[in-house]
């Protein structure tokens, strides 16, 4: 498989994010190719193509169509059935998109001004890379990225090409959380420096299998594969269970979480990877083919703030409101943010309410669509500003990052008794509060730690301007081997 024309010579990250800090240009043309930046007018409809349309991007496919900005020209997989089944969709449109395989065909189109990226999270750097060198804008899934050094080359990419990239966490345009985030950061509830990121979501296991996934007919497995090893992955399906293989997804950690931890650290203010991190779980109350937790707390630390993310993946026996007075106890995806003088707790990707820590309610929020966040993509696009976006990449590098740092933590780690706990923010009440309720759900739903490990991850240090540790395994892990004619090209 050719390496894609547009791959520069490898550098050293840490060079690279000086180095760039001089080049960033709007407008340009890429050295080498003709891939312009077209300026589109204000009337002018954006010719989108959509890339992986199996799962999620089924939703991009429907919010584009539904942009009266917007002209779907496209759809790419590399699974022509993913395309198929979209098919009385299609039909009533005034042009039917047309069907690409293989991205890079795609990419060599002159009639595509910005791609949709919804392909598993091992695929989301390259793509967003290749387009940008291509000359097209990016909307990217979250996470943007499968390991912490993507993330940043995506940024840097899209600064130096001057190209809108924009992460896909939707309630970054929401109306009702807007206004709950004015609230947030106009002082209210006093300085707000702590947050609690909550994925409780039931995942079943995927199963246990001794043989490679049956390939659907027609697909294209060295496609799906892409960067990653060109091995079938012994499991009972190929699709969508790439969440819970840490060679092609990050866990929930990594595929609900980003969204709520967005949030957190849009509450904290904090701009920068955080200085400490330590996460504990495992793939916890059945064996199957998954390797990433199912089950995890990760505590992420600043100077001044810590975020906490819990996710669990198992029934919710016992209501968890760590202490709280709240309506309704935590549920599914949501996320608190808490000051010195009450909370914010924001039950969806859409509202929130203000309370006192008596309970009381100070003010509440509501309101919001998918589509406001693909239409200030295409509002940037017209503008040519990339701090129009609501989730430029930079921030979705951020929120992603935080994700893989968890997760190379638990990597790292080695298994524990049951009483465990981490020793970072050991003394924190809302770090407690989740250590806690996480003891009591695993013994709840009667997990026998003598079969399913609770793993203890290994505490990293960060310097956030390098977005390196002092750990060197980790450094290791904050990257990934890239299969050739799939490396990542760096700037």
């Known amino acids: 498989m050719p390496t894609r024309r547009f791959d520069p010579t490898r550098r050293d990250f840490v060079e690279q994010?000086?180095?760039?800090?001089?080049?960033?240009?709007a407008g340009a043309t890429l050295a080498g190719t003709s891939a312009p930046v077209r300026a589109a007018g204000p009337?002018?409809?954006?010719?989108?193509?959509v890339i992986g349309v199996n799962g999620q991007g089924g939703q991009h496919l429907g919010e584009w169509i539904a942009n009266p900005d917007v002209e779907?020209?496209?759809?790419?997989?590399?699974?022509?059935?993913?395309?198929?089944?979209?098919?009385?969709?299609?039909?009533?449109?005034?042009?039917?998109?047309?069907?690409e395989k293989d991205v890079r065909r795609l990419l060599d189109r002159n009639d595509i001004d910005a791609v949709s990226i919804a392909t598993p999270n091992h695929w989301h750097a390259l793509?967003?890379?290749?387009?940008?060198?291509?000359?097209?804008?990016?909307?990217?899934?979250?996470?943007?990225?499968?390991?912490?050094?993507?993330?940043?080359?995506?940024?840097?990419?899209?600064?130096?090409?001057?190209?809108?990239?924009?992460?896909?966490?939707?309630?970054?345009?929401?109306?009702?959380?807007?206004?709950?985030?004015?609230?947030?950061?106009?002082?209210?509830?006093?300085?707000?420096?702590?947050a609690h990121a909550v994925?409780?979501?039931?995942?079943d296991s995927i199963g246990l299998v001794d043989t490679p996934a049956p390939l659907p007919p027609g697909l294209d497995f060295d496609l799906w594969a892409g960067p990653a090893p060109k091995e079938v992955p012994i499991r009972s399906k190929l699709h969508y269970d790439w969440h819970w293989n840490h060679v092609t997804g990050n866990g929930d950690l990594g595929n609900q979480n980003p969204h709520e931890m967005d949030k957190c650290r849009w509450a904290i203010g904090q701009q920068t990877l955080p200085k400490k991190v330590v996460?504990?779980?495992?793939?916890?109350?059945?064996?199957?083919?998954?390797?990433?937790?199912?089950?995890?707390?990760?505590?992420?630390?600043?100077?001044?703030?810590?975020?906490?993310?819990?996710?669990?993946?198992?029934?919710?026996k016992t209501p968890v409101t760590y202490g709280l007075k709240i309506p309704n106890p935590l549920d599914k995806a949501c996320a608190i943010f808490y000051g010195s003088e009450g909370f914010v707790?924001?039950?969806?990707?859409?509202?929130?309410?203000?309370?006192?820590?008596?309970?009381?309610?100070?003010?509440?929020?509501?309101?919001?669509?998918?589509?406001?966040?693909?239409?200030?993509?295409?509002?940037?696009?017209?503008?040519?500003?990339?701090?129009?976006?609501?989730?430029?990449?930079?921030?979705?590098?951020l929120s992603s990052a935080l994700a893989h740092l968890g997760n190379v933590s638990w990597a790292l780690g080695e298994a524990v008794s049951p009483n465990t706990r981490p020793t970072l923010a050991a003394t924190d009440a809302h770090a407690k509060a989740s250590l806690d309720t996480f003891a009591a759900y695993v013994t709840e739903n009667g997990v026998d730690?003598?079969?399913?490990?609770?793993?203890?991850?290994?505490?990293?240090?960060?310097?956030?301007?390098?977005?390196?540790?002092?750990?060197?395994e980790a450094n290791a892990l904050f990257t990934r081997e890239y299969r050739q004619g799939y490396e990542l090209p760096r700037v």
Request: aromatic share 10%; proline share 3%; hydrophobic share 35%.
């Open 17 to 25: 994010a000086f180095a760039l800090a001089g080049t960033a240009f």
């Open 345 to 397: 707790f924001s039950p969806n990707y859409t509202s929130g309410a203000a309370y006192d820590y008596d309970g009381h309610e100070l003010a509440k929020w509501e309101g919001g669509s998918y589509q406001q966040h693909f239409a200030n993509f295409v509002k940037a696009i017209k503008s040519r500003r990339h701090e129009d976006l609501h989730l430029d990449i930079e921030d979705g590098h």
């Open 72 to 99: 779907v020209v496209a759809v790419c997989d590399c699974d022509p059935a993913a395309y198929d089944k979209h098919g009385k969709r299609f039909e009533k449109l005034d042009r039917k998109p047309d069907y």
């Open 279 to 316: 996460s504990i779980g495992g793939r916890l109350g059945y064996i199957d083919n998954g390797d990433v937790a199912n089950s995890q707390v990760t505590i992420f630390q600043w100077d001044d703030a810590i975020l906490i993310s819990d996710v669990r993946g198992l029934p919710i």
């Open 449 to 472: 730690l003598a079969k399913t490990q609770l793993k203890l991850g290994r505490e990293l240090t960060l310097d956030p301007q390098t977005e390196r540790s002092s750990d060197a």
């Open 127 to 194: 793509m967003a890379v290749w387009a940008m060198q291509a000359g097209k804008d990016v909307y990217v899934e979250k996470p943007c990225s499968h390991n912490v050094e993507e993330g940043r080359v995506i940024t840097q990419w899209a600064r130096k090409l001057g190209r809108m990239c924009q992460m896909g966490v939707q309630s970054r345009s929401m109306s009702g959380t807007r206004a709950m985030m004015e609230f947030v950061r106009s002082g209210q509830l006093g300085p707000v420096k702590a």
């Open 199 to 203: 994925c409780f979501r039931r995942r």
């Open 43 to 49: 009337n002018e409809k954006i010719r989108v193509a």
